[in-house]
């Protein structure tokens, strides 16, 4: 079937679906991990390092002496082994300190008053030494070692990960290239600012010897695993229930030591303990994007051609690794292909430092990768006097291309998103340009996005299981192992369960929140969810399809073949008679042999693990996007007002319209402040603006005008032809804003944000060299 | 708290739309008093410092957020919180434009959105004027979201507002 047809006949796929779990999150009903309150519940605190390096010595004694304190415990008091996929991260600290975050001492106590009051009553003797907060610092061979829990890798000292990748011949493209351009770009460290702070309860039954987590994790199965392996428990011991979640953005990815620190005050008191972070706490504690500088090397030939690209990274890891270290992993995509290119080398390096460490945040290292890329062909542009749009689309990637890393995109929007951004964004929608006055001036940039689309084959597996069951009145209930943080997977899942059974949404459950309930999935990343569960979903529901559809043809006696599902019946297209889904169901369940309506399904999708050469088409499907940002500077201030925002997006097909420009403008607006105003600042590896106040993420008075247009590839491996699409709007946003305060002040800023300090300083710096 | 001391205060007020009468203490926050006290969790705890606007809730009609007030000053006033926007099955008009344009997502500040654009409906019913898309967003300026990119809120509440 055309797809024209296709979607002519769709009842429920793109037509726009508010979220199926809108209205208890906006009548006060859901339950964050901040609601919970369990009976006999204690209330958890952590005793944080004052320093970011220093030997200690801790006396809980008066702590323990205060009325309403339960438990008290140091790295003395358990037997864990280390979190993080590096083991390099003891969850209570022993005698030295890493970093600012480092948990040294947590309570348990009747109160949370009476938590705080004890940490303030835990004697601590600290012996600060002299950090090191420099990465370039850390990698000299005087340097101390700094994560002595590491393992030797063999990848050199101080280095958490370092990665090397290579395509074609370097020297060859090199020598065929008219212009060269290399560069140094500068990445902050941002954070996720979800508006629900970090929390977790934990319940030990001393009766089941069970323990049940009430998590945000973003990945509950894995987590389960991490969690067992920290205590030295069974995985199947532990019960993960995940709460309502405030706000993910990968930020929940990793397992953190409050979360073990809360299960084993549980297991010594053999009470719930609850530990939730203040704002602050969540700024100086919760991991954050990776800073990092990028000097970047690209040619061109004398048509405009990409000729090679040469990145050599140093990412600053903090004291502890995450599985932010693993970023790399999808910045060489980036840089191998994102744009077609004839050779590559990547090269880099996670370094210890005694900063707070890093994690995963949404985009996962894209957001830089495509900032200093798209820089680069800016400069490289410039640089042969080409014209900016036409570099990139003769450039552009294509259905049909596998990259030198081995990504094979069958299909492909690439081109189409540039043409579309370049051709919306000549039209005239805003203040662009309106203020003649000397003092503002005007740019216009231009950037793209490669990201994994269909999942990520980088665990062991990338499935995900689903279990559906049709009631005896008809009702579907799907249980999934995929996670809801917001971003509206539920809704999509039930849209596609409705389009498929003809069964309305209103009849649809889903059920995603308990381990011990639902099948196993790999988590919520890698903007894998609609496609990997979507497809599981799929295949669920087509063997339920085969069971209901035997039963009907008995009943109607017709063959299966003439069947379909209309408005909650089986009809036959022929006999032009039919019988209720409902009825179907009853047959089945009440007639012999007894069979209940459910069935399950595990999808993993087609992709490949890459090899050690990192090279491999490591996922089912690729999302590609452009946008064009249009700027205001004024040359006073150097405050950057963005305008507009042009995105052109390869979705693969529109599902939810309204969940998908939900996640588009939620996205841009990330990008914006990744581009523009956000910096977590570290001082000799103390942070200085722990709070919304000094962290300045947008308001609703900074949005931009942001002109959307979904291009529709139709990608034969995506449920109904759809990509991953929610980390995408993020990832070049930053780049284009650069791009386009570059095109309208003629200097470039190779930093973000681009803020006045930056852009006055670059002006000023422009008009001596004039003078 | 039995009675009047130094550090506990007898008040009366009402929350939505149901009198209380009780024992606070003096230094005791109206956050606190609303989720602790009432077990009204719907209102958010997201910095307690007035800046992102998740504890929102309406004091006589009007928005502020309740983790910079004192639950004693709420003595003859009438607080309004999430949950009092719904009666039963209906749900007011703001929680349903806010689901229709689909304005909620991980809904952890909807909550205070839907206080802050109650707020200002009720404040423009009173001057008889309808706000500008400026005004609104200047009105949301002080409700933090990480998930929307606010333009489904500002629509959700130029829908309201221009009823």
């Known amino acids: 079937?055309?797809?024209?047809?296709?979607?002519?006949?769709?009842?429920?796929?793109?037509?726009?679906?508010?979220?199926?779990?809108?209205?208890?999150?906006?009548?006060?009903?859901?339950?964050?991990?901040?609601?919970?309150?369990?009976?006999?519940?204690?209330?958890?605190?952590?005793?944080?390092?004052?320093?970011?390096?220093?030997?200690?010595?801790?006396?809980?004694?008066?702590?323990?002496?205060?009325?309403?304190?339960?438990?008290?415990?140091?790295?003395?008091?358990?037997?864990?082994?280390?979190?993080?996929?590096?083991?390099?991260?003891?969850?209570?600290?022993?005698?030295?300190?890493?970093?600012?975050?480092?948990?040294?001492?947590?309570?348990?106590?009747?109160?949370?008053?009476?938590?705080?009051?004890?940490?303030?009553?835990?004697?601590?003797?600290?012996?600060?030494?002299?950090?090191?907060?420099?990465?370039?610092?850390?990698?000299?061979?005087?340097?101390?070692?700094?994560?002595?829990?590491?393992?030797?890798?063999?990848?050199?000292?101080?280095?958490?990960?370092?990665?090397?990748?290579?395509?074609?011949?370097?020297?060859?493209?090199?020598?065929?290239?008219?212009?060269?351009?290399?560069?140094?770009?500068?990445?902050?460290?941002?954070?996720?600012?979800?508006?629900?702070?970090?929390?977790?309860?934990?319940?030990?039954?001393?009766?089941?010897?069970?323990?049940?987590?009430?998590?945000?994790?973003?990945?509950?199965?894995?987590?389960?695993?991490?969690?067992?392996?920290?205590?030295?428990?069974?995985?199947?011991?532990?019960?993960?229930?995940?709460?309502?979640i405030g706000g993910g953005f990968g930020s929940k990815l990793d397992m953190y030591p409050f979360e073990p620190i809360a299960a084993i005050l549980s297991m010594k008191t053999c009470r719930p303990v609850q530990i939730i972070f203040d704002r602050e706490e969540e700024f100086i504690a919760s991991p954050t994007r990776q800073a990092m500088v990028m000097d970047i090397e690209a040619g061109i030939d004398k048509n405009g051609r990409f000729t090679f690209r040469e990145a050599n990274i140093v990412i600053d890891n903090g004291a502890y690794t995450s599985w932010g270290a693993t970023t790399p992993f999808v910045m060489m995509q980036t840089f191998s292909s994102l744009y077609h290119v004839p050779a590559c080398r990547f090269e880099s390096k996670a370094v210890y430092t005694n900063n707070v460490y890093a994690g995963s945040f949404r985009g996962y290292g894209n957001p830089q990768a495509t900032f200093a890329l798209e820089s680069t062909i800016d400069l490289l542009a410039e640089k042969l006097g080409m014209s900016k749009t036409e570099m990139r689309l003769i450039n552009a990637n294509f259905k049909g291309e596998t990259s030198g890393q081995g990504l094979t995109y069958y299909t492909c929007g690439h081109k189409e998103a540039l043409e579309m951004v370049i051709d919306k964004s000549k039209n005239q929608n805003s203040e662009f340009g309106i203020r003649n006055e000397k003092r503002f001036l005007f740019g216009?940039?231009?950037?793209?996005?490669?990201?994994?689309?269909?999942?990520?084959?980088?665990?062991?597996?990338?499935?995900?299981?689903?279990?559906?069951?049709?009631?005896?009145?008809?009702?579907?209930?799907?249980?999934?192992?995929?996670?809801?943080?917001?971003?509206g997977s539920e809704t999509v899942l039930a849209m596609l369960a409705s389009e498929e059974l003809s069964i309305p949404i209103s009849k649809i459950k889903v059920i995603n929140t308990d381990t011990d309930v639902k099948p196993w999935d790999v988590g919520v990343h890698a903007s894998r969810t609609t496609f990997v569960a979507g497809n599981s979903l799929l295949g669920a529901i087509s063997k339920l399809k085969i069971k209901l559809i035997k039963k009907a043809a008995e009943i109607l006696q017709c063959t299966i073949d003439e069947l379909i599902f209309v408005n909650e019946e089986i009809k036959s297209e022929h006999k032009n008679n039919s019988v209720r889904i409902e009825k179907v169901v009853r047959e089945i369940h009440f007639s012999q042999p007894n069979e209940l309506c459910t069935e399950n399904f595990f999808y993993e999708p087609s992709s490949e693990f890459q090899d050690k050469d990192y090279k491999g088409n490591v996922s089912g499907a690729y999302a590609f996007a452009a946008q064009a940002v249009k700027v205001e500077v004024d040359t006073y201030t150097g405050n950057v007002k963005v305008l507009d925002v042009y995105v052109a997006q390869d979705v693969g097909k529109v599902l939810n319209p309204m969940g998908l420009t939900g996640q588009i403008e939620g996205g841009v607006l990330m990008g914006v402040g990744y581009g523009i105003s956000e910096e977590l600042m570290v001082e000799n590896g103390r942070i200085l603006n722990p709070n919304f106040h000094n962290y300045k993420m947008l308001t609703a008075s900074d949005v931009p005008n942001i002109h959307f247009y979904p291009i529709e590839t139709n990608d034969s491996q995506g449920p109904y032809g759809a990509k991953g699409m929610a980390e995408a709007p993020l990832i070049p946003t930053a780049a284009a804003i650069a791009n386009a305060v570059a095109d309208a002040i003629q200097a470039r800023i190779y930093s973000l944000p681009v803020t006045p300090e930056k852009i006055l300083k670059a002006l000023k710096e422009k008009n001596i060299k004039h003078k | 708290m039995k009675k009047n001391s130094p550090i506990a205060k007898l008040i009366t007020f009402t929350v939505n739309g149901k009198e209380f009468t009780r024992y606070v203490i003096q230094s005791m926050l109206l956050i606190d008093l609303i989720r602790d006290e009432l077990g009204l969790t719907g209102t958010k705890t997201g910095c307690l410092e007035g800046e992102c606007g998740a504890c929102s809730v309406l004091l006589n009609g009007a928005a502020?957020?309740?983790?910079?007030?004192?639950?004693?000053?709420?003595?003859?006033?009438?607080?309004?919180?999430?949950?009092?926007?719904?009666?039963?099955?209906?749900?007011?008009?703001?929680?349903?434009?806010?689901?229709?344009?689909?304005?909620?997502?991980?809904?952890?500040?909807?909550?205070?959105?839907?206080?802050?654009?109650?707020?200002?409906?009720?404040?423009?019913?009173?001057?008889?004027?309808?706000?500008?898309?400026?005004?609104?967003?200047?009105?949301?300026?002080?409700?933090?979201?990480?998930?929307?990119?606010?333009?489904?809120?500002?629509?959700?509440?130029?829908?309201?507002?221009?009823?």
Do not use: W
């Open chain 1, 1 to 244: 079937m055309s797809n024209e047809k296709m979607t002519e006949k769709l009842k429920v796929i793109g037509k726009p679906q508010p979220k199926i779990d809108a209205g208890i999150r906006i009548t006060g009903k859901a339950v964050y991990g901040q609601d919970i309150k369990l009976p006999y519940m204690l209330y958890g605190a952590i005793l944080r390092s004052e320093h970011p390096y220093s030997g200690f010595s801790i006396d809980v004694s008066e702590a323990k002496k205060l009325e309403g304190v339960v438990c008290v415990i140091t790295a003395d008091d358990v037997d864990c082994n280390n979190i993080s996929y590096r083991k390099d991260h003891p969850i209570l600290k022993k005698g030295e300190v890493n970093c600012l975050r480092d948990e040294i001492a947590a309570v348990a106590a009747e109160s949370k008053e009476i938590a705080v009051q004890a940490l303030k009553l835990i004697k601590v003797n600290y012996k600060p030494g002299h950090g090191i907060y420099d990465p370039f610092e850390a990698l000299k061979p005087e340097a101390r070692i700094i994560n002595k829990y590491l393992k030797d890798t063999g990848q050199g000292k101080n280095i958490s990960h370092k990665f090397l990748y290579e395509h074609g011949n370097l020297d060859e493209e090199k020598r065929k290239s008219k212009e060269i351009v290399s560069n140094r770009f500068v990445l902050p460290r941002v954070t996720h600012c979800c508006l629900a702070t970090s929390n977790i309860t934990a319940d030990f039954s001393p009766v089941t010897k069970r323990l049940t987590l009430y998590s945000s994790t973003q990945v509950p199965f894995l987590y389960q695993r991490d969690m067992a392996h920290a205590l030295k428990i069974n995985p199947s011991d532990i019960r993960v229930v995940q709460v309502v």
């Open chain 1, 444 to 487: 216009t940039g231009y950037a793209s996005m490669l990201h994994v689309g269909g999942g990520a084959k980088i665990y062991r597996s990338d499935g995900c299981g689903t279990r559906v069951n049709l009631d005896d009145y008809g009702h579907l209930t799907i249980i999934t192992g995929s996670t809801e943080i917001g971003q």
């Open chain 2, 64 to 163: 502020i957020n309740s983790c910079l007030f004192l639950a004693i000053n709420v003595e003859g006033h009438e607080i309004t919180t999430i949950e009092g926007f719904s009666t039963g099955e209906k749900m007011d008009e703001v929680q349903t434009a806010m689901i229709q344009n689909g304005a909620v997502q991980c809904g952890f500040c909807s909550s205070g959105m839907a206080v802050s654009i109650k707020s200002m409906q009720t404040r423009s019913r009173n001057e008889s004027r309808i706000p500008t898309r400026h005004e609104i967003q200047k009105g949301l300026e002080g409700n933090l979201c990480r998930c929307t990119g606010y333009i489904k809120i500002i629509e959700a509440a130029g829908e309201i507002l221009n009823k």
